[in-house]
């Protein structure tokens, strides 16, 4: 996609935020929503500029938090991807199992996990792992699925083994699916990491939420939550600007036409 295209498809959704950024400004100065319950936005900015120091601090290990969680589970999700492909009739058994996980919510995984290792980083780890491997193995799976069944026909039919299927046609088929379930992880990763942080945490912007909310500064909360964003934001963007520089081979669109 061209600087022209990216910015025609930016340009609305900015354009949406903007105009809502001004609506609630405007609320808020005009006394239809008390400042106490819903501050202004520049109140939270100001109020985010004011704590900063501590805003990073307690960033830093979110961030920590949720790059680990969303490496281990990434790869947790590729190599099960890789062993219900390869293996049919373990996938038969267990991606039914693997639907039925991902309905038991997040926020009730998380006390059970504390019961089970106790109140430091390894439950609230395996907390974002959990919530990160669903979307990449899923994505996998769909990419090998959807492999070229004439490709596949011919390399067969020229002696090429099952493993040889999956490591020269089927596996580079599915690295456009895997970046796709990457992206919908690494938005994931971050806030899995503040969810777990609420079930017991010394540091992070979890625990930073907690503690303002107990101290009625909703200002400094919804600072925290503006920050949440642009942290899943801007991973988000890092794993989509990777899939630039790897899938160079991916056609552009509209490429070959008159």
Known sequence: MGNKGWYNAVWPSLLLVILLLVVWQLSVDGGLVPEWQLPSPTTIVYEM?????????????TINLALIGYGGGAF??????????LIPIVRKAVYPLLVVSQNVPVIAI??????????????????????????????????FK????????????????????????????????LF?????????????????EWLGAD????????????????????????????????????VAVIERFVIRWRPMKGAGRA
Not at 76 to 85: E, I, R
Not at 119 to 135: A, D, R, T
Not at 203 to 217: A, Q, R, V, W
Request: glycine fraction near 8%; charge should be positive.
């Open 49 to 61: 500029f004011k704590v900063w120091p501590r805003l990073m601090d307690n960033a830093s290990a």
């Open 76 to 85: 947790a999700g590729f190599m099960l991807a890789a062993v219900l492909h």
């Open 110 to 143: 998380g006390p059970i996990l504390t019961i089970w290792l106790g109140y430091g980083v390894l439950p609230k780890v395996i907390l974002v792992w959990i919530v990160c491997f669903f979307p990449v193995s899923v994505a996998m799976l769909n990419g």
């Open 146 to 177: 959807d492999t070229d069944p004439t490709l596949r026909n011919y390399m067969q039919m020229i002696g090429a083994g099952n493993w040889q299927l999956f490591m020269r046609l089927e596996l580079p088929n599915a690295v456009t699916h």
């Open 180 to 196: 796709s379930g990457l992206k919908i992880a690494a938005s994931y990763s971050v806030l899995s990491a503040v969810v777990a």
């Open 203 to 238: 540091k992070g912007l979890g625990h930073y939420m907690i503690l303002s909310s107990k101290g009625y500064e909703p200002a400094r909360v919804f600072a925290a939550v503006f920050l949440i964003v642009l942290l899943s934001l801007a991973l988000f963007g890092l």
